[in-house]
């Protein structure tokens, strides 16, 4: 284990003053060189039980190696002592805790290394004829606008064309189109889904707190005080109004089978800041869940039955992926039905239960553009679409103050997270230096500083100062 050691510049700190701390890393008495994550807490405002803490040496050291659950699993980390590993000692047996065999490691013997580590993303799909046979030597080209970046490969005897070592950020938009091809209107391009990973059962289910509101009253205090800081506008009152008809699956005959009425209705305000529409409809669509790229009943999906419900829009069946083109903003509705009424839909498409999305109706008297009258019929042989990409690197706010609050007119600092930072780098001596300011909150911060050094070893320590 690395002795990690934190320190201040002073005893003891005033609100909004700068606070210097140094962290020191040694690995047996000497400097270790590694990378380390901290974060200071104002303990007045977040309720927290250091025995139930996840930490670097809970989940390296004994969770990712137990099936089980495993309450409070700091307990066996925070004070270790002769009860704890007698404690220690129980669990284990009690998990069937079994030992790891590295009999072939030993004789340089490894283990076939089936899937190697992604240096970068691809987009892949299939591009067939209208009668369904696969497009050999077919032209795919790939645009994708926020890079100015656009290739073009050719499909295989299957219809399978791959853009591979590609790189962008989430939320871009990629154009895939086969457009450039003889009868090219005749042909129909599809886009392979991300695949995603199962969700597996939480064996922490037990930590669930059940009375949150009392548990996590001091933060909830707190978050109120913020927003009784933060500028608000103005009510508006509009005096006048227009009763606008909403779309909804009544306006197309081919989902007359449908019940008048949807058991749950996702309204498309809830879609407007959705970067891509199929993982929104995954957290929105109550009474559905989704698996292996599809959506089905969620009471008929625990009970065995695994029949996917049917996906529609402006009364067209659709597939999972064309949720990936649609502009959220234009989502006026999503209908959820758990059952066809008449069974008419169902014993169409062999499906079970159905999601309708209902998008807004272009504005009465305002003639549409080229590219609009596009989008409403988009055209078979062309994906417009958002695949996930890399995360933007965002950097945690740090105020900067000058004084305490009473020499600076301004609005009060109630932040509960007074710092975070996941990279902080001891150089050969071990040490590295950390300078941040205080909120207006007064009392005792928490600071805690995890990592792991060039040659593997753990460390992990908690230090305290006082706001006055």
Not at 71 to 85: C, G, L, R, S, W
Not at 204 to 211: G, H, T
Not at 267 to 274: T, V, Y
Request: aromatic letters at 10%.
């Amino acid at each position: 284990m690395l002795n990690i050691a934190v320190n201040g510049d002073q005893p003891a700190y005033n609100t909004r003053q700068m606070v210097k701390l140094n962290v020191l890393a040694k690995s047996n008495d000497q400097p270790a060189q590694g990378v380390f994550s901290m974060s200071v807490i104002d303990d007045s405002k977040v309720p927290f039980d250091e025995n139930a803490e996840t930490t670097i040496l809970t989940n390296l050291l004994l969770t990712s190696d137990i099936k089980g659950y495993i309450e409070k699993p700091n307990y066996y980390f925070n004070h270790p002592d002769a009860k704890v590993f007698a404690d220690l000692d129980v669990l284990l047996l009690t998990q069937g805790y079994r030992r790891f065999s590295y009999d072939g490691i030993m004789t340089d013997k490894y283990p076939t290394i089936r899937y190697m580590p992604e240096t970068s993303m691809s987009i892949t799909g299939t591009l067939r004829a209208n009668n369904g046979i696969p497009v050999n030597k077919g032209n795919v080209h790939l645009y994708i606008a926020d890079k100015n970046y656009s290739a073009n490969t050719i499909t295989d005897a299957d219809g399978k064309f791959a853009f591979n070592n590609l790189t962008f950020s989430d939320s871009s938009k990629v154009n895939v189109s086969a457009r450039n091809n003889t009868r090219a209107s005749e042909m129909v391009l599809s886009v392979d889904g991300d695949l995603s990973q199962r969700v597996s059962v939480n064996f922490n289910s037990p930590d669930e707190v059940l009375n949150i509101d009392s548990s996590l009253s001091a933060y909830l205090k707190n978050s109120k005080i913020q927003y009784n800081n933060t500028n608000v506008l103005k009510e508006v009152v509009i005096r006048d109004t227009k009763i606008v008809k909403t779309v909804s699956h009544k306006d197309y005959g081919s989902l007359a089978s449908l019940s008048a009425d949807a058991d749950h209705t996702v309204p498309g305000s809830l879609f407007g800041g959705c970067a891509n529409a199929l993982e929104c409809l995954k957290a929105l669509a109550n009474g559905m869940t989704f698996d292996n790229d599809n959506f089905y009943v969620m009471r008929d999906y625990s009970q065995g039955k695994r029949i996917p419900a049917a996906i529609f829009m402006r009364g067209e069946i659709i597939d999972i992926n064309t949720l990936n083109s649609i502009n959220t903003n234009e989502i006026e509705s999503v209908e959820i039905f758990f059952k066809d009424e008449l069974g008419l839909i169902n014993s169409a498409y062999g499906t079970n239960g159905a999601i309708v999305i209902n998008m807004k109706k272009a504005p009465e008297t305002q003639k549409i553009t080229l590219q609009e009258l596009k989008s409403i019929i988009p055209q078979q042989n062309e994906v417009n679409f958002t695949p996930k990409g890399y995360a933007r690197v965002r950097t945690f706010y740090l105020p900067r103050y000058s004084g305490p609050r009473e020499s600076q007119p301004g609005k009060l600092d109630g932040r509960s997270t007074i710092y975070w930072n996941p990279n902080i780098i001891t150089d050969k001596t071990g040490n590295a230096l950390v300078e941040y300011f205080n909120s207006d909150g007064k009392g005792t911060y928490r600071v805690i500083i995890e990592g792991i050094d060039k040659d593997g070893n753990l460390g992990r320590q908690v230090f305290h100062y006082t706001v006055k």
